[in-house]
């Protein structure tokens, strides 16, 4: 996987290698060089679970959504 994202992205593989060569605990440490790419990944969208998504809607927009049900309004029991 590692390979393939620096095969894809330049800019990926030229921060990787700036990391590699200027801070030796890092390429000493094959865990923290799977972390580099793990944190770059797609797997790691995972990580935001439960993570509320931020938007900006138009007037336009807001017209079209459904009014909040009386379910949606109250707050949640303990």
Do not use: C, I, W
């Amino acid at each position: 996987m590692a390979r393939a994202m620096l095969a894809k992205d330049p800019a990926l593989k030229a921060a990787f290698a700036k990391k590699l060569h200027g801070d030796p605990a890092f390429a000493a440490d094959s865990r923290a060089r799977l972390a580099f790419f793990f944190e770059r990944s797609r797997g790691n969208a995972v990580q935001h679970v439960g993570a509320y998504p931020v938007l900006r809607l138009g007037a336009a927009q807001l017209q079209s959504l459904p009014a909040p049900t009386a379910s949606a309004r109250r707050p949640p029991q303990p």
